[in-house]
Every structure is written in structure tokens, then in C-alpha cells.
């Protein structure tokens, strides 16, 4: 799959489209899910041009990888979600390609919380 430089994400990155940010570094964004489907839904992206999960961890340099991360880690942590800071949890997805039923080819991690998530069932 190559990579589509005008998906919305890619859009959202260049400041082309609007988005809610709530947390960036160098090598990552983190914005409010448009459609949320939790109380918290953040979508945390690499600055870098992934399709998805596994192009990022395959092809990202290290500093990338580790600055998308901790942008996650901060994320959960400003939302009061952290479990290591007393927050209750959250869940983390990203979906890939046509059976994760990926819908914007800009790899993203999806950050759920706020509600008990429910069994994972399919
Ligand atoms: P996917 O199915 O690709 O894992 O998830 C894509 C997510 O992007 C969906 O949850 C959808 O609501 C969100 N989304 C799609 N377009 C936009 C947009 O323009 N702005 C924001 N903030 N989120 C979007």
C-alpha cells in the first residue's frame, strides 16, 4: 500500500483541516477522534508518513518510534488516564489494512477511555 500524502490525517498535519490537538513533540500529534466512541478518544499520529502500525514499526528511525510513544504515555497521562498516576486505564487499538478495517491510511493509535471498554470480541 503507498502512502496516499492527501488522507486527512496528512491534511490534519499540514494544518489544512482543523483538529481538536491535545498534545504534540517533534515526531508525533495527538488529537481528539472526530466521531468519539468513548468519553476519552484521542488519536495520537506520527509526524512521518506510516500507512500503518506495522510500516511504522518496521521503517520509523528509533527516535520517531520512541517520541510517538511517549507522546502516547503523555496523553494518557494528561487525561488523568495513567495508571501508574491513578488514573483507570484506557485502551489502546490500532487498526490495519482492510480486516482491521483501517479507514485512514496514516497509521494512528487510537487512545479509548473514560468507560469500561467491554470484552474484546472480534
Ligand atoms: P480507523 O478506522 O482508520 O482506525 O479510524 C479512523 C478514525 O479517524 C475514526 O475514528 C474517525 O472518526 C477519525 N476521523 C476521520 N476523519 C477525521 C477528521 O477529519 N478529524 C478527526 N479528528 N478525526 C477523524
Redesign the pocket.
Known sequence: MTYDSNN?FAR?LRGE?P??IVAQNEHALA?????P?APV?V?VIPRGAYVSYDDFAANAADAEIIGFNRLAAEVARSEGLSLAHGGSGFRAIA?AGPHG????PHF?L?LLAGRPMGRMVS
Request: no cysteine; aromatic share 4%; glycine share 0%.
Open positions: 486527512v490534519i483541516i483538529a481538536t488529537f481528539r477522534d472526530i466521531n466512541q478518544h488519536l487498526n478495517m483501517q479507514e485512514v494512528h487510537h
